[in-house]
């Protein structure tokens, strides 16, 4: 499975925000250092204000952060916000009539593995990240 770049930028931006929790980042930062396209990074960090996972503030000490404690935020909803779940129930190889009674050639080695990402993105919060976080930032 392939993570859409909305996904993978959302993700990469809650990693970076969590290893650096509490400091305040402006969007300009975050587009310097992240290396995300500085408009698609203004549509993003409203989306996860909005949605309640970081806080926007003004002013010259303004910026994002996160609000939510990092033990409640998980991969998945993170995914679910940018770009919604379909992907777990899409086939890896892109087929629309591909089932477990019309099956690709991948269908069942892609159904076990995607069953364990799933479980990897529902389990998996940003607290569990932990020290990984901060060796990569």
């Not at 099956?103 to 990402?117: F, K, V």
Request: hydrophobic share 35%; with cysteine; proline share 2%.
């Amino acid at each position: 499975m392939h993570f859409q770049k909305t996904t993978e930028y959302a993700i990469r931006v809650m990693v970076y925000l969590a290893a650096h929790k509490p400091e305040r980042f402006s969007t300009n930062r975050l587009h310097r250092e992240l290396k995300i396209p500085y408009k698609y990074l203004g549509r993003l960090m409203s989306k996860l204000s909005t949605a309640g996972f970081v806080e926007a503030s003004s002013g010259k000490t303004g910026g994002y952060q996160i609000v939510k404690e990092l033990k409640d935020i998980y991969l998945y909803q993170i995914m679910d916000l940018v770009e919604g779940l379909d992907d777990f129930v899409r086939c890896v190889l892109g087929f629309e009539t591909c089932s477990d009674k019309n099956p690709c050639s991948l269908h069942q080695l892609w159904t076990d593995r995607r069953e364990d990402l799933k479980k990897l993105m529902y389990h998996t919060s940003l607290a569990d990240l932990g020290h990984e976080m901060i060796k990569q930032y």
